[in-house]
């Protein structure tokens, strides 16, 4: 009787859940699964951007749709942009509302910080205590966080002292863009500790990725990090662990595939390359809810989403 009540409330609580957000979830639990979309919208966006226009023009359209005016800052912006030595961070692409964990004491839940250095944007610090509290649940609970967001005056002393091997110049480290953490394990070293091992399995979930991992060094030209972990959002994240994507690989794939339609845990989303040339702005369909990010390379990626369908 007690298991039945249990997983009443459960139920009661998902369906909570559904009515809830229209928002994106902070978690999922499921895979992502391919959704062969109307070949019409491929067409509408493929159009897009260049000279489609006119082409556009002559298909039967029923009604004018909505555009989105997307301008060249936006290859700038954004949870997807890929930084390295090439590409730095832009002054644009730092986010907002950094806050210095140990003068917020408390947002710190469930986790220590190391020293007084540690600042985080807000809206990462409760994505990350999304996380927390689940591995909690899971009998993990010693997680550290050693660094979050450094300004362009820390990334030059971290580069002086740890040298080009191990520390990349001011304005070329993700965490001089405020999107990645160094999670440690107040037990051992992330490799094998419990915190690392939960977080290698499960951070997909929650919109993040192990960003230097062991098996792509040749492709990030990063050294096995196990304790860096990037904020890249859903259903972003999902998609790389189905692929076992770095962000260069998945950020590759999608100019390679234009747009590509999946559900997590019975929500469609759609995700959208479009190039950019540097000064002009571009036009795409307007989509009902949508987040927009640049690669900081030559394009935006517009991911949209659609309500939850309850299955
Ligand atoms: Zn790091």
């Known amino acids: 009787m007690k298991k039945l ?4 409330a459960v139920l009661v609580l998902i369906g909570y859940g559904v009515f809830e ?3 994106r979830p902070a978690a999922v639990e499921d895979k992502w699964a391919d959704v062969h979309h109307d070949p019409r919208h491929e067409q509408d966006s493929r159009n897009d951007g260049q000279e ?6 002559q298909q039967d359209q029923p009604e004018e749709q909505a555009k989105l005016t997307i301008s060249s800052d936006e290859v700038r912006k954004g949870s997807l942009l890929l930084i390295n030595r090439q590409y730095p961070v832009s002054e644009d692409g730092v986010l907002p509302e950094i806050v210095s964990l140990f003068q917020r004491k408390d947002l710190v839940k469930g986790f220590g910080i190391l020293d007084n250095s540690v600042q985080l944007p ?3 610090v409760q994505k990350f205590s999304v996380i927390v ?3 909690k649940n899971d009998g993990v609970t010693h997680f550290l966080i050693t660094s979050g967001y450094r300004d362009n005056e820390q990334q030059r002393e971290l580069y002086e002292k740890m040298g080009a091997d191990y520390a990349n110049p001011a304005g070329h480290s993700e965490h001089n863009l405020g999107l990645s953490l160094d999670i440690g394990s107040t037990v051992g070293m992330m490799k094998d500790a419990p915190e690392g091992k939960w977080l290698e399995q499960n951070a997909w979930k929650y919109g993040f990725v192990l960003r230097y991992p062991e098996d792509k060094t040749d492709i990030t030209g990063v050294l096995y990090e196990p304790w860096h972990f990037r904020y890249v959002g859903l259903p972003h994240s999902v998609i790389m662990q189905e692929h076992s994507f770095v962000l260069e690989q998945y950020l590759d794939y999608l100019k390679e595939q234009r747009q590509i339609t999946g559900a997590i845990d019975g929500q469609t989303y759609s995700v959208s390359f479009y190039p950019v040339i540097e000064g002009q702005d571009i036009q795409v369909p307007l989509p009902d809810q949508y987040e927009l990010s ?3 390379i030559d394009g935006v990626i517009l991911t949209s989403w659609d309500a939850k369908v309850r299955r």
């Open 5 to 8: 009540i249990a997983g009443i």
């Open 21 to 23: 957000y229209q928002q």
């Open 122 to 124: 807000l809206d990462l």
């Open 133 to 135: 509290e689940s591995a």
């Open 52 to 57: 489609g226009q006119d082409q556009q023009g």
């Open 294 to 296: 640049g690669n900081n």
